[in-house]
């Protein structure tokens, strides 16, 4: 007799086909901008009220992970891979030419930060998804790491201050995994600006999943559903997730020239988030330098 998870997986795996087949598969980050100078300068004078609040705390916060990244490395720096594209701008498609700097991806990625936790806030609170909570000392100290997960009240709010959210890609490991997998091309990074979304079950990630297809605002760039029974996991250590690439197409994103800037959206079912605990992420980092990627 089949389950009731079974079903909702067979529903699932009917979304992910119609999602890939509008997407097309073909996922690279581009730009309307090749001057990053003039990248950060169209944004910084930019009069998006979201904006503003956000560029202000780019500019003032000191901490480390928030600074504007730098050269960490001097194969980055022989390789090029941290320069603007020169010479000004010039004429580009609709679509744009694919971002070939760090820098520009890494100031894009600032502001669709922000964008993007306010939209995985509007998608996961009919769908009864949670977040990662930020945890007292207490809290940290009694309950396992990261096993903490906060969701809307029954009056669907949520406040952005009570998310322990994903930080913007470490640029250490942005330019280990160009070396590595992407031949030095900066447009095949589409995880720089990423955040996660938690469900207790299928059905659940199924209908956020739906949700996201049905945003007017989104473009679903690319779709990998490990929660496939034909995935294999030992690929990712046996951490299994339904991950798309997505583009934000709003005003605000279209007056920061930043509607091209591809973000990942991450739809985990909450058994498989204990794997990307400190231990578990342990793991598949071994795993993942063994292979080289």
Known sequence: VESREQRNMLLLRGVVARVAAAAGGVCRQHTRM???EEQRL?????????WLAAWRRFRHNKKKDCATPRVHSDLAVGSGLWSAAGGG????SVRGP????????YVQARFMDVVLRNKVLQWATPCNGGF???????ETNSARWRSVFVHADAEGQLSPDQVSWARVKNPRRAVEK???VYDMDPSRLVDITRQSIYFDSVEELRLCLELIESDPHVVIERIKNRLDPNYDPSITGGY?????????VTDETRRCRTDLHVCEVQLVLKRFAELKSTDGHKGYVALRNNRGQ
Request: hydrophobic share 40%.
């Open 89 to 92: 701008r010039r004429h580009v």
């Open 178 to 180: 160009m070396l590595r």
């Open 42 to 50: 169209f944004l910084r004078e930019s009069r998006a009220e979201r």
């Open 132 to 138: 990662h909570a930020v945890l007292t000392d207490e």
């Open 34 to 36: 090749e001057d990053v």
């Open 240 to 248: 299994r997730d339904c991950a798309l690439n997505v583009r934000i």
């Open 98 to 105: 694919p971002v070939d700097s760090l820098n520009q991806l």
